[in-house]
């Protein structure tokens, strides 16, 4: 079973259990949908969740009580690729880090070699004979085909 990273538990929240979680979903609503979550290997049912602001806060199962949930702090959750629904032609943004990145004109640039999340947004991070960082919006990802192992896209004037 692949395991996707999808948040990170930030901390408690109250003393029965709690725990806010910080989503790397689409959206925390996307979060709330997860039934099962692992944490440190172990899967965990989510009981209930809700969205407060940017966060998820989950009662998730085996935390009783604020201590159960304060040993979670600062772990990384993750989710069954198979639990995550994509559209038809969908893909997780980790399912570019390993395409090749052409410009506009089909010129290899090199291959994907990482997603930086600076606080602007997301980034592409191309390596080849330089390395290129591509904002990954509309603007700039023209094109992605995953199973040919490809993405286009625009670069920035003076790139």
């Known amino acids: 079973m692949e395991l996707i990273e999808t948040g990170r538990i930030v901390n408690t929240h109250g003393l029965r259990g709690e725990v806010k979680i910080e989503p790397w979903a689409d959206s925390p609503e996307a979060f709330c949908a997860f039934r099962r979550l692992f944490v440190e290997g172990a899967e965990r049912r989510v009981e209930r969740a809700r969205v407060q602001k940017r966060f998820v806060i989950a009662k998730l199962s085996g935390l009783d009580g604020i201590e159960e949930a304060e040993k979670l702090r600062s772990r990384v959750v993750y989710v069954p690729r198979e639990d995550i629904p994509l559209e038809e032609g969908g893909f997780l943004l980790s399912d570019l ?19 930086l999340t600076p606080p602007g947004g997301e980034v592409l991070e191309i390596r080849g004979a330089r390395e290129i960082l591509v904002p990954l919006n509309d603007e700039f990802l023209l094109e992605a085909d995953v199973e040919a192992g490809r993405v286009q896209v625009r670069l920035l004037e003076g790139m």
């Not at 880090?97 to 997603?115: N, P, Q, Y």
């Open 97 to 115: 880090i390993g395409c090749t990145a052409f410009d506009e004109d089909g010129t290899a640039l090199g291959k994907v070699t990482d997603i």
